[in-house]
C-alpha cells in the first residue's frame, strides 16, 4: 500500500497501532540533505480510511520516533530519541490531542532512548528503553496523568541492557521485553513484569546457541503472553516466540525460510488465541524479505506476505484493529533511496 516518503536519503517505520479499521498511525525516521546538512527528522503517518498521509511532527530537534500508543482519536503517545549526535541521545514523548503532535516534557536524561509506550488509561502509562551512562541499566518510565518520571528497575550486572516493547493488561499487570550483553559478548534475553508494586526479572528460556532479542510482547486478558524475537543457531539468527503459560516462558516452534537469516519484530494479538507476528528472511540472494507468521490451534505458521521492491524488505511492527484489520510497517529499498512499508490484510 502507497505511503509517504518524506525524507530524501531514508525513511522507515518502527511501530503502528490501529484504533479502527479507519483510523492508524505509524511512527518512524526520516533523513534528508537539505542544503547538504544531513538531517534525521521524526516521521508521523495517519490512515483516514483512504489513504496514508504525512502528519508534521515537531521539528525543533533531530531524532525519530520508535513507540506509539494510542488510548483514543485525541489521545496517542510516542517515545523516541532525540540527539546532537548517534551517541549523544536523550528520550522524546510526544502526544497527539487530536489536532497536533506536541512533546510533552519528561526526564532529561542524557546517554538514553525510549523503545516504546503502552498503557491502560491516560494516568498510566510506561515506556520503555535503555540507559548506557556510566552504570548502563534498562530505562523504564511511568505517567501518573500529571507528569513523566523515571523509576527503580532490576540491577543487572552488564555493559549494555534495553528494553525494546513494552505491553499493560490493568496497572498491576505490565510486561517488558528486551536483551542485554552477557559476559560471553552475545546478546541474552531479557523479560521484566510489573506487579503493581515494582518491576522484577522473569526467567526467559535460552537455546545458549547465540545472541539472543526479543523484539515485541503482547498480553491478553486472558492471561496470556507472547514474546516474539531471533535468536542464533550458531551460524543464523531464527525467528523465535515465547509464550506465558502463567508460570513460565516456553519456546515454541516458529517456522523459518531459506538457509540465511530470519527474525521476528512484531506481534499482536487477534481473537480467539490466534496470533500475528512479522519480521523479516534472508533468501539466497542476500536480500531481506518479508515474514509474517500466524498462531492458530497450537501451531505458528508462514502466511504469504508481499514485497515491494528487488532491494531489501523488511516489517518491524503490526497491529490489529478491532474489526480485524491487519497493519504492518515497516521499511524497503535501504541501500538506495529507503522508502517506509505498508501492508495490510483485512482479517
Do not use: C
Given at each position: 500500500m502507497e505511503s509517504p516518503s518524506p525524507g530524501e536519503l531514508f525513511n522507515s517505520l518502527s511501530r503502528v497501532t490501529a484504533l479502527s479499521s479507519t483510523d492508524a498511525w505509524a511512527v518512524g525516521m526520516q533523513i534528508s540533505a537539505p542544503g547538504d546538512l544531513f538531517t534525521i527528522n521524526t516521521l508521523a503517518e495517519h490512515w483516514d480510511g483512504s489513504a496514508w498521509s504525512e502528519v508534521p511532527t515537531p521539528t525543533s530537534f533531530e531524532?525519530?520516533?520508535?513507540?506509539?500508543?494510542?488510548?483514543?482519536?485525541?489521545?496517542?503517545?510516542?517515545?523516541?530519541?532525540?540527539?546532537?549526535?548517534?551517541?549523544?541521545?536523550?528520550?522524546?514523548?510526544?502526544?497527539?490531542?487530536?489536532?497536533a503532535w506536541n512533546v510533552v516534557p519528561s526526564p532529561d536524561i542524557e546517554l538514553a532512548n525510549l523503545f516504546d509506550v503502552a498503557g491502560t488509561s491516560s494516568s498510566d502509562l510506561w515506556a520503555v528503553g535503555t540507559y548506557r551512562g556510566r552504570f548502563p541499566a534498562m530505562l523504564i518510565e511511568h505517567y501518573d496523568g500529571t507528569r513523566w518520571s523515571r523509576v527503580s528497575v532490576p540491577p543487572i550486572s552488564s555493559d549494555f541492557i534495553a528494553l525494546s516493547a513494552v505491553t499493560a493488561?490493568?496497572?498491576?499487570?505490565?510486561?517488558?521485553?528486551?536483551?542485554?550483553?552477557?559476559?560471553?559478548g552475545r546478546n541474552k534475553p531479557l523479560a521484566v513484569h510489573y506487579d503493581g508494586s515494582s518491576w522484577r526479572l522473569v526467567t526467559v528460556p535460552s537455546?545458549?546457541?547465540?545472541?539472543?532479542?526479543?523484539?515485541?510482547?503482547?498480553?491478553?486478558?486472558?492471561?496470556?503472553?507472547?514474546?516474539?524475537?531471533?535468536?542464533?543457531?550458531?551460524?543464523?539468527?531464527?525467528?523465535?516466540?515465547?509464550?506465558?503459560?502463567?508460570?513460565?516462558?516456553?519456546?515454541?516452534?516458529?517456522?523459518?525460510?531459506?538457509?540465511?537469516?530470519?527474525?521476528?519484530?512484531?506481534?499482536?494479538?487477534?481473537?480467539?488465541?490466534?496470533?500475528?507476528?512479522?519480521?523479516?528472511?534472508?533468501?539466497?540472494?542476500?536480500?531481506?524479505?518479508?515474514?509474517?507468521?500466524?498462531y492458530a490451534r497450537g501451531k505458528w505458521l508462514r502466511v504469504s506476505s508481499p514485497n515491494a521492491?528487488?532491494?531489501?524488505?523488511?516489517?518491524?511492527?503490526?497491529?490489529?484493529?478491532?474489526?480485524?484489520?491487519?497493519?504492518?510497517?515497516?521499511?524497503?529499498?535501504?541501500?538506495?533511496?529507503?522508502k517506509t512499508l505498508i501492508e495490510h490484510v483485512c482479517g
Open positions: 531524532g525519530w520516533l520508535s513507540g506509539i500508543h494510542a488510548l483514543a482519536a485525541n489521545d496517542i503517545w510516542a517515545v523516541g530519541s532525540v540527539f546532537e549526535d548517534p551517541i549523544e541521545s536523550s528520550p522524546i514523548v510526544e502526544h497527539w490531542d487530536g489536532a493488561v490493568s496497572p498491576t499487570n505490565v510486561w517488558s521485553v528486551g536483551y542485554y550483553l552477557g559476559s560471553d537455546k545458549g546457541l547465540g545472541d539472543e532479542e526479543l523484539n515485541d510482547v503482547v498480553a491478553t486478558n486472558s492471561g496470556h503472553v507472547w514474546v516474539a524475537g531471533r535468536g542464533s543457531d550458531g551460524a543464523h539468527f531464527r525467528t523465535l516466540a515465547l509464550h506465558w503459560t502463567g508460570h513460565r516462558f516456553r519456546i515454541v516452534r516458529t517456522p523459518n525460510l531459506g538457509m540465511g537469516d530470519n527474525g521476528l519484530s512484531g506481534m499482536a494479538a487477534r481473537s480467539r488465541g490466534r496470533m500475528r507476528a512479522v519480521g523479516s528472511w534472508t533468501d539466497q540472494t542476500g536480500m531481506a524479505r518479508t515474514l509474517v507468521l500466524d521492491s528487488e532491494e531489501e524488505n523488511s516489517l518491524a511492527s503490526v497491529a490489529i484493529s478491532p474489526q480485524g484489520d491487519s497493519w504492518a510497517v515497516g521499511g524497503r529499498d535501504p541501500h538506495s533511496v529507503g
